[in-house]
C-alpha cells in the first residue's frame, strides 16, 4: 500500500473554513474510491466523505453533509476537502484513504492511508 500525502490541517476557530488536500502518488487506476474520515479525542474513527475516483459519486455523512465538500482533480491525482462552518467538537486528526474495490464507508475496506493532519477548532 502506498502512503498518501495530505496537507491542510491546522488552528481554526468556530464557524470558519479550512480545506484539506490528498494526493495519491501511485497509479491511479487502481483506485476505486477515496474518502475521508475523522479520529476525534476519545472517539472512534469517524467516516465523512467518499468520493469514486470518476467522480461521479460521492457520498456524505448526515453531520457534515451540508458544510463539507469532497471532490477531486484528476490531473493532480488529488482529493480535497472543503470544509465550512466548523465546530469545536470537529476537532481531531483528518485521515485520507485510498479504496481499491467498490465505494465503501467503513474504515476497515480502505487499504492506503494518510498520515493524518491535525484540525484544531476553537470555541
Known amino acids: 500500500q502506498v502512503q498518501l500525502g495530505e496537507s491542510g490541517g491546522g488552528s481554526v476557530r468556530a464557524g470558519d473554513s479550512l480545506r484539506l488536500s490528498c494526493t495519491y502518488p501511485?497509479?491511479?487506476?487502481?483506485?476505486?474510491?477515496m474518502a475521508w474520515f475523522r479520529q476525534a479525542p476519545t472517539r472512534e474513527l469517524e467516516f465523512l466523505a467518499n468520493?469514486?475516483?470518476?467522480?461521479?459519486?460521492?457520498e456524505y455523512a448526515d453531520a457534515v453533509k451540508d458544510r463539507f465538500t469532497i471532490s477531486r482533480n484528476s490531473a493532480k491525482n488529488m482529493v480535497l476537502l472543503q470544509m465550512n462552518s466548523l465546530k469545536p467538537e470537529e476537532t481531531g486528526v483528518y485521515y485520507c484513504?485510498?479504496?481499491?474495490?467498490?465505494?465503501?464507508?467503513?474504515?476497515?475496506?480502505?487499504?492506503?492511508w494518510g498520515q493524518g493532519p491535525q484540525v484544531t477548532v476553537s470555541a
Open positions: 484513504a485510498a479504496a481499491f474495490a467498490g465505494h465503501p464507508s467503513p474504515p476497515e475496506k480502505y487499504e492506503s
Open positions: 501511485g497509479r491511479t487506476y487502481t483506485v476505486a474510491t
Open positions: 468520493i469514486n475516483w470518476s467522480g461521479e459519486r460521492v
